[in-house]
């Protein structure tokens, strides 16, 4: 149980256009879906907080307009990344739980590259 | 604030020995605390975690973790070492009660040796 689908898991594309990560919980109702970045051989950095039928709430430094995210069913949370340059270039994760105090579960991530 | 650290960035062991993966923690609260476990171009995979109850808890794949308040430690371990658990282990603690984010460690890299 606690399935976490990201779609897609890889994508290259060239500096200038938008790609949009789909994160679907399968199994579950997502009340809360977490976008994070991570860079090679670093941590996760959280970069929004985004509740089903709500705006997200963005960490300090994420640029909410060049990372637009929707979370506008209990089951899917987009990404999208606007107007992407290189230095978009990363691997991102999304998470999702159900009720607050429950363990978030992960996607198995994409990663982004930009030419 | 809550913080957590993880005292080994790099973690070598033969296949077949134990596995002691540390984690120290700070936090203002009754903390939740986590263990979860990356392979390579993968999300993470909830090991365990610990939400007040039992201060020793079993997770999958043999791992466990021990709460130790006096110490604020949560060392991940585990009886013999397989090859299959060589991966980047991450060490959690959630945010504050109301918005439960997750702090957390820097990782610590497991390699298992044949």
């Known amino acids: 149980g606690a399935v976490v689908s990201q779609h897609p898991s890889w994508v290259i594309c060239k500096s200038g256009t938008s790609v949009k990560i789909e994160c679907r919980s399968l199994?579950?109702?997502?009340?809360?879906m977490f976008w994070y970045r991570q860079f090679p051989k670093q941590s996760l950095m959280l970069m929004a907080t985004s509740n089903e039928g709500s705006k997200a709430t963005y960490e300090q430094g994420v640029e909410k307009d060049k990372f637009l995210i929707n979370h506008a069913s209990l089951t899917l949370s987009t990404l999208t990344v606007t107007s992407a340059h290189p230095e978009d270039s990363s691997f991102y994760i999304c998470?999702?739980?159900?009720?607050?105090?429950?363990?978030?579960?992960f996607g198995d991530g994409t990663r982004l590259s930009i030419l | 604030a809550q913080s957590v650290t993880q005292l080994d960035s790099h973690v070598s062991v033969s296949e077949g020995t134990p596995v002691l993966l540390r984690c120290n923690y700070s936090?203002?609260?009754?903390?939740?605390l986590f263990w979860y476990v990356q392979h390579p171009n993968k999300g993470l995979q909830l090991l365990l975690k610990?939400?007040?109850?039992?201060?020793l808890v079993k997770g999958i794949n043999g791992f466990e973790a021990e709460f130790k308040k006096s110490e604020t430690s949560f060392h991940l371990t585990k009886p013999s070492a397989h090859m299959s658990d060589a991966a980047e282990y991450f060490c959690v603690v959630s945010d504050s009660p109301g918005t439960y984010k997750y702090i957390f460690g820097t990782g610590t890299r497991l390699k298992v040796l044949a």
């Open positions: 998470s999702a739980r159900g009720s607050i105090n429950q363990p978030q579960h």
């Open positions: 199994d579950f109702q997502a009340t809360t």
């Open positions: 936090s203002s609260y009754s903390p939740s």
């Open positions: 610990y939400t007040s109850a039992a201060t």
